[in-house]
């Protein structure tokens, strides 16, 4: 296999972290701020291909990209068929359970008694696990954006979601109950590439791995 080594970026909230770990390791990765609206660059012996952080492991499952970098959260949820490399320790977060505070006892009390409560979440798998991990049912309710405004509008008791400086639960008057899990970046790999492109696979992920150690 030839051509230039196919990298996955993902964008909004890592993207800057995923840029900074790429140059530290000598990949020429800064030509993706010159334009945001391109999605695919090419530069000195890499194609980059921007796009939302879920999406990374599709593009890297299914060999349109030799490697990727995409959260924790996104593998556990997705399960994707690829091999994860490194942990970048960068884009640190917490996936929770939350509610609203004036009713967080009340939800409390209901799990505890093995009621069924509703949860709103862009994490369907991951919060189903959680709830089946404590023996306890809940209604799952799949949303794509603006989570926060379930519980606030009477759709659900309570969310599952990631939370980075618990800002935004905070805003929306949302109070952690319990902690999921925690997640960083992850610099992933497709089986065929990670065999038949070894040495640059291996090569990128020790700079990387470099970078990160300082």
């Known amino acids: 296999m030839s051509g230039p080594l196919r990298v996955a970026v993902p964008k909004g909230a890592i993207f800057e972290d995923a840029l900074r770990v790429l140059e530290g390791a000598g990949v020429p990765a800064g030509i993706l701020r010159e334009n945001g ?39 556990d949820e997705q399960e994707p068929n690829v091999i ?9 977060c917490r996936m929770v359970l939350a509610v609203p505070e004036k009713t967080a006892g009340r939800v409390q009390e209901r799990i505890s008694h093995a009621e069924v409560i509703r949860v709103a979440t862009k994490f369907p798998r ?41 800002t935004t639960l905070r805003e929306n008057n949302l109070v952690v109950l319990d902690e999921i899990s925690r997640s960083t970046a992850r ?6 590439s990670y065999r038949l492109r070894n040495a640059e696979v291996a090569a990128l992920t020790e700079r990387m791995e470099r970078s990160i150690l300082g």
């Open 84 to 92: 994860e490399l490194a942990d970048l320790r960068v884009g640190a």
């Open 187 to 192: 610099l992933i790999a497709n089986h065929g």
């Open 37 to 75: 609206r391109r999605l695919v660059h090419e530069r000195e012996g890499f194609r980059f291909i921007v796009s939302r952080p879920s999406d990374v492991p599709v593009f890297v499952e299914y060999g349109a990209a030799d490697v990727g970098i995409v959260g924790k959260d996104v593998l």
């Open 126 to 166: 991951t919060a189903r696990r959680y709830f089946e991990g404590m023996g306890r049912q809940a209604e799952i309710i799949a949303l794509h954006g603006s989570i926060e405004l379930a519980p606030l509008v009477g759709l659900a008791e309570g969310i599952v979601d990631l939370t980075a400086t618990g």
